[in-house]
């Protein structure tokens, strides 16, 4: 709002949409923690969802290229802005991870479980790479899968052509899961 204000522009105003996504992730997991017996069908449904959303929580991070030097406006307002919102979308996003790997824990082992952690890091930042780049959203899964899948295909098929697509995935792929290894530490030694 003080934003708003001073700059006299509602610009920013998709960030409370992008964090509104992010928080989606974060209820499925928490409503599913609170499941005593999940079983094993509902856990792949609820799974599958989760998975859709969660790239839009890390999402708000590509948010920072929308900051702009303008006379008219205050920079430090916005840098403070976008990234209040990117740190809440990253924290909800590791939050949730980290609770469908412990949701995961009983259904699948330690290693499995761990190597099926990082894809999904990787898978995520393919998932913002569509939604950043391709402008792709979670629900063209089912409103627009056509054109989504082959767009997927083409990169997964030709990497070269794709370049892009391919260095983004694996460096935010490691952006993610460096962080999420530093946050599990930050985790671990505060219990």
């Known amino acids: 709002m003080v934003r708003?204000?001073?700059n006299h522009s509602f610009f920013y105003l998709f960030l409370i949409w992008n964090l509104f996504l992010a928080i989606i992730p974060f209820v499925i997991t928490s409503y599913l923690t609170l499941q005593p017996n999940i079983k094993k069908m509902k856990l792949i449904l609820w799974f599958g969802i989760w998975?859709?959303?969660?790239?839009?929580?890390?999402?708000?991070?590509?948010?920072?290229?929308?900051l702009r030097l303008n006379p008219d406006s205050y920079l430090w307002l916005d840098i403070l802005v976008v990234t209040s919102f990117a740190c809440n979308g990253l924290l909800l996003f590791y939050l949730s991870v980290l609770d469908m790997k412990n949701i995961l824990k009983t259904y699948i082992k330690k290693p499995v479980n761990d190597i099926l952690l990082i894809t999904l890091l990787f898978l995520s930042s393919f998932g913002i790479y569509?939604?950043?780049?391709?402008?792709?959203?979670?629900?063209?899964?089912l409103s627009n899968?056509?054109?989504l899948i082959l767009d997927i295909f083409n990169i997964a098929l030709q990497p070269i052509t794709y370049r892009e697509a391919w260095l983004f995935t694996f460096l935010f792929g490691i952006f993610l899961n460096i962080g999420f290894w530093m946050f599990t530490q930050l985790y671990k030694s505060s219990i």
């Open 4 to 6: 708003i204000k001073l």
């Open 51 to 66: 998975l859709l959303f969660l790239p839009n929580a890390p999402y708000i991070i590509t948010d920072l290229m929308h």
């Open 130 to 141: 569509l939604g950043r780049f391709l402008r792709y959203n979670s629900w063209e899964i």
């Open 145 to 147: 899968p056509k054109y």
